[in-house]
């Protein structure tokens, strides 16, 4: 069990790297992770479907449930007790919910709600995407509309000239390589939590550019 709130706007990066949510295919369905759901990042990407605790607030619950991805982090605020402003402070489970998935299973006039969630598969259209930034020995792959379990453990890259190389997340779900990879077509080995691993060849080809973004298989 935990608690959820309204965020009045979607940020626009927000500490998964995501950017655009829109763009990003994740809508409105989105919401921000306490400090404790959060993991340092590690969480990005994950499904949660939540449905408001009518027996513990009937005066503001609706019926139904509403699943959203995790694409940002809730802050936690020390300067404000836990009961009242300091919702996302460790160790409290809380969302950070946009308007429109927060008034699926709640008033809107309510702000704060009692939920019951679990963790459930993404159902995602398309293939994960690679969206490639940084420069020549530095390349910062943004990782996103990643099916199944959602969020990503681990992540290795293969240059047509190089064998895998394993990446380290560098924040969110932006993962790097400090390898000179420019020329060469690219492959991917992505992770996710559940221990499930998709390979997908020459996802980029050899005359990729920085901030082009590439699609491949899906979980």
């Known amino acids: 069990m935990g608690k ?3 965020r009045s706007k979607l940020q626009s990066c927000g500490a998964c790297g995501y950017g655009n949510l829109y763009s990003q ?3 409105t369905n989105t919401a921000a992770l306490s400090t404790a759901l959060f993991n340092n990042g590690a969480t990005c990407g994950a ?20 699943t959203v991805t995790a694409t940002n982090l809730c802050p936690p605020n020390s300067a404000l007790p836990n009961d009242n402003g300091g919702w996302c402070n460790p160790p409290l489970q809380h969302f950070d ?12 006039r309510s702000g704060i709600v009692p939920i019951i969630f679990r963790r459930v598969p993404c159902m995602r259209k398309g293939g994960v995407r690679f969206t490639i930034n940084g420069h020549s020995y530095f ?4 990782i996103t509309n990643v099916g199944g379990a959602g969020d990503v453990e681990a992540v290795s890259i ?5 064998g895998w190389q394993p990446m380290s997340r560098n924040w969110g779900q932006n993962w790097q390589s ?6 060469q077509s690219l ?4 992770t996710i939590s559940d221990g499930r691993t998709i390979t997908s060849y020459n996802v980029a080809p050899a005359n990729w550019q920085f901030s082009q973004t590439f699609e491949g298989h899906q979980f």
Do not use: E
């Open 97 to 108: 919910m946009a308007q429109p998935a927060f008034q699926q299973i709640a008033i809107y």
């Open 178 to 183: 400090n390898s000179y990879l420019n020329g």
């Open 139 to 142: 390349n910062l792959v943004l």
């Open 25 to 27: 295919g994740y809508g």
């Open 4 to 6: 959820f709130t309204l």
């Open 47 to 66: 499904c949660y479907q939540m449905k408001c605790n009518h027996h513990s607030d009937p005066q503001w619950c609706l019926p139904g449930t509403v």
């Open 158 to 162: 293969k240059g047509s000239n190089t």
């Open 187 to 190: 492959s991917f080995q992505v």
